[in-house]
């Protein structure tokens, strides 16, 4: 009873300490490399665990449990090496253009960083071959860890970075090891955690995490004079400041501007997303901002005919409400303010960027952040706020021009998104949105289909007269109306351009005769895309016949990103330089992955069942030999009742391996759910990193108090469970979306916790159902748990890669109709052979 105790607890702790460092890697890969990169983490931890199953089933002398206490100090010691030894791996993806040897790298990071999530997957699987009986105390215990792993790492990575907290995980491990093993296990993890803390004490920059050369930091760190701040860390992101003559943000400059611009200091995201503080010590230096594309709109709110630039050198006055969506450096607010705009709303997505700049550059930045800011993506407070407003501002550049990557979400540039902006503009007001040129275009274009789409659902008519568009040497405006553009409008637009000599793009009643004279292209491009797509006529022709997917995105597949299509994919190769750098950056880089790992996963499902001594096991043979009573270092007389009924039972006829796909059906199904309900909360939460963290917690905690329960109640084991969970998928999958609308208006602080409780419900069934097959899998050949807990893992390995790509075509909802038949699925597998069987 001790040990079973025991080893409750070291599941607990290593549960706790294997996801927890999940989630820190996902960080580090943000860090290191590119936030792209970062999901290739829950397919390195799932594999891990997969082949700790497939090695178990091979050697069944390592099932033992007493070797529970090794598999901990081996887990803890791989934590903090896997780390080290990840850093000094020389992997860059950006080589991948023209070094095959980085394909090596890759398969490095796998295999060095799957080890310790092996050791994690060992000494769960061996618990549960040797207890069976008690599987729902055991997955109960696993979960619980796991769950407060999820939730203590936000905290420990709230006060100090994830390089640290990855030897914090470590010592967790290693401590489950000193209360699970005996006097020289016990001596091992104190010494290792003395060498630990005298590397950390000595030897600091040796554990620093290593940065792409080639990310924006990096790079802007080496210009002449180029000088590091301070580093700044959140449980979500890290922020560097640092002044470099690469900090020159004023995107989209006119040409015609030749004075300096004012002192800027350089923001860094995660090493990669940059972006400036301006200074507002001289208030004429910053006549600069007239000078940039995305002053139009104030220029034409402010006068129907605006005076030459020259005439504006103090700033001007007056509009009335200005919303400013992620201004994050805070250019955008000093151009409303230089425009005499009244009230100033900004909503800042990075909460941790608002405090560094409030805290640090308050006075030097003129105080943009010190009134009326929230963090956020904006749509929940407009959902709940009848406000309306002159201009909303919505701005897509750094300092760097970059794109973003594929598969990640973003809810701002949805159908739904710009319907909730145009329905927060007055009348007359103007939704403007600036981004850098990226040829070949389709980023612009996919927004002006989705913008059509929503000014079309929302009744708006002619819609080719509500749209301008002009460009500069190095960034696209386009502006939106709800009523179309005046003659006056027009009239300033014109000049506006002619003043700053800036192309005209678009315009109601356009020639193209006006179009690309200032900064002339090889080819119009952009007048032929835009003219085609604000025709009705052309429209679907032009998006159907265009290189790259530029279709409209809704909330239910929010990929604003993704751009490719795979008939196109040879004609695309060609457009951008023949460099596969470019499909890594797009995307493509998942299904490249996916095939990886698919393979590798078939490897470890299948290598039990070519080996001679496993088919033996499936039959029966091993576990009536004596053979298998001596790997458990038992006498008969000590074995459990449950080993002794194995030992002496006749041999099997072979039909238990016709229930391992239960097993796999549980695995997929709980991926789909998890990854689709992360999704659709970004939403309400309005952060990704928020909506990980309470959807893992919660789904995880009530999962393991499920399964705490069906160990008492065995009721709740019956197969009817994972019916009702099938069910509950689908009206979680109806209703979700609305009960998000209600939730959004309220603060961060009750949300979360909102959140949290309304997913339970379904958490607690969906931990019932694995502890249950785990149960009926002991009593007819507890040998085959392994190979069990393998195929679980090897599927839900596979699950979050093939979530996103079938969310990218079919929609998240779909994803989790899916999810709700892999139940199905699992309801019929387990009623069958409870039948088959003849089990009550």
């Known amino acids: ?286 006549a600069f901002l007239q000078y940039l594309p995305s002053a139009l709109p104030y220029e034409i709110r402010n006068s129907p005919s605006p005076p030459p630039p020259e005439a504006n050198k103090g700033g001007m006055g007056g509009l009335d409400d200005v919303l400013i969506l992620d201004p994050k450096g805070g250019l955008q607010c000093l151009v409303a303010e230089y425009y005499g705009s009244s009230t100033i709303y900004k909503f800042e997505s990075n909460p941790l960027l608002i405090k560094v700049i409030k805290e640090d550059f308050n006075k030097f930045s003129g105080g943009i952040y010190s009134q009326n800011t929230w963090q956020g993506l904006g749509r929940s407070w407009l959902r709940s706020d009848v406000k309306q407003f002159d201009i909303i501002d919505i701005s897509l550049m750094g300092t760097i021009p970059s794109g973003s990557f594929g598969i990640a979400e973003d809810y701002r540039f949805t159908v739904e998104g710009f319907k909730e902006y145009l329905h927060h503009l007055r009348d007359e007001g103007l939704l403007s949105i600036n981004l850098f040129i990226l040829p070949p275009p389709r980023i612009e274009l996919r927004l002006m289909t989705t913008l059509i789409t929503s000014m079309e659902e929302l009744g708006i008519k002619d819609i080719q007269n509500h749209f301008v568009a002009l460009r500069s040497w190095g960034s696209i405006g386009i502006l939106v109306k709800k009523t179309p553009f005046t003659l006056n409008e027009i009239d300033a637009i014109k000049n506006f351009s002619k003043e700053r000599r800036f192309d005209l793009i678009y315009y109601p009643g356009i020639r193209e005769e006006e179009t690309n004279i200032y900064i002339r292209m090889p080819s119009n491009e952009y007048f032929t895309a835009f003219k085609n797509i604000l025709n009705p006529e052309t429209r679907l022709r032009f998006t159907h016949d265009y290189i790259f997917d530029i279709s409209p995105v809704r909330d239910d597949y929010p990929f604003s990103h993704y751009y490719l299509k795979l008939k196109n994919i040879k004609a695309i190769y060609t457009i951008m330089g023949e460099k596969w750098h470019y499909f890594i950056e797009e995307g493509y880089i998942l299904p490249a992955v996916f095939i990886q790992v698919l393979f590798l996963s078939l490897i470890l499902v299948l290598l039990p069942a070519l080996s001679k001594k496993h088919r033996n096991t499936i039959s029966g043979v091993i576990a009536r030999s004596p053979d298998y009573i001596g790997t458990t270092k038992q006498s008969p007389q000590k074995m459990t009742k449950e080993k002794k009924e194995i030992a002496s039972a006749p041999p099997r006829n072979g039909r238990v391996n016709n229930f391992l796909p239960y097993f796999a059906f549980l695995g997929i199904g709980f991926m789909f759910v998890e990854i689709s309900f992360i999704q659709k909360i970004i939403l309400p939460l309005e952060n990704p990193s928020y909506a990980v963290a309470t959807v893992l917690t919660s789904l995880l905690i009530s999962s393991g108090i499920g399964s705490l329960l069906s160990h008492r109640v065995s009721g709740l084991r019956n197969p009817v469970t994972a019916l009702i969970i099938t069910f509950l998928i689908i009206l979680y999958s109806i209703f979700l979306p609305a009960v998000s609308d209600i939730i959004s208006p309220y603060s961060i602080l009750v949300k979360i916790p909102l959140v949290f409780f309304i997913l339970m419900p379904l958490g607690l069934l969906m931990g019932i159902p694995f502890p249950t097959g785990l149960k009926i899998l002991g009593k007819k050949n507890e040998l085959l748990i392994p190979w069990a807990w393998a195929i679980n893992g090897c599927f839900s390995v596979l699950a979050p890669i093939l979530t996103i790509m079938l969310a990218m075509t079919l929609g998240f909802t779909i994803v989790l109709w899916l999810g709700a038949f892999a139940y199905l699925m699992a309801f019929i597998t387990l009623q069958n052979f409870l039948k088959i069987n003849k089990i009550p």
């Open 1 to 286: 009873m001790i040990r079973d105790s025991k080893i409750l607890f070291v599941l607990f702790l290593c549960s706790f300490s294997s996801l927890a460092y999940e989630i820190t890697l996902t960080r580090i890969f943000s860090i290191s490399l590119w936030y792209h990169f970062a999901f290739m983490i829950i397919s390195i931890a799932m594999l891990g665990i997969g082949a700790s199953g497939t090695v178990l089933s091979l050697n069944l002398k390592l099932r033992n449990p007493s070797y529970i206490s090794i598999y901990s100090l081996l887990l803890g010691i791989s934590i903090s090496l896997s780390y080290l030894l990840s850093n000094v791996i020389p992997f860059d993806p950006v080589r991948l253009s023209w070094s095959r040897i980085e394909l090596f790298y890759i398969g490095l990071y796998y295999i060095t960083l799957s080890i310790p999530f092996f050791f994690a997957g060992l000494i769960i699987a061996t618990a549960f071959s040797s207890i069976s009986e008690k599987s729902g105390l055991l997955y109960g215990a696993d979960l619980l860890g796991a769950g407060m792993g999820s939730m203590g790492i936000l905290y420990l990575m709230s006060v100090t970075g994830p390089d640290n907290a990855v030897f914090i995980l470590s010592f967790i491990a290693l401590i489950a090891a000193f209360v699970m093993g005996k006097k020289l296990l016990r001596a091992a993890s104190l010494v290792f955690i003395m060498l630990t803390i005298l590397l950390i004490i000595f030897h600091p920059e040796f554990i620093n995490i290593r940065m792409s050369p080639y990310k924006g930091l990096p790079l802007a760190l080496r210009y002449p004079g180029a000088e590091h701040l301070k580093t700044y860390f959140s449980p979500f992101s890290k922020i560097d400041t640092f002044k470099s003559p690469a900090v020159r943000f004023a995107p989209g400059l006119s040409l015609k501007y030749l004075d300096t611009l004012p002192e800027q200091i350089g923001l860094s995201i995660d090493g990669s997303e940059i972006n400036a503080i301006t200074s507002t010590a001289d208030r004429k230096s910053l």
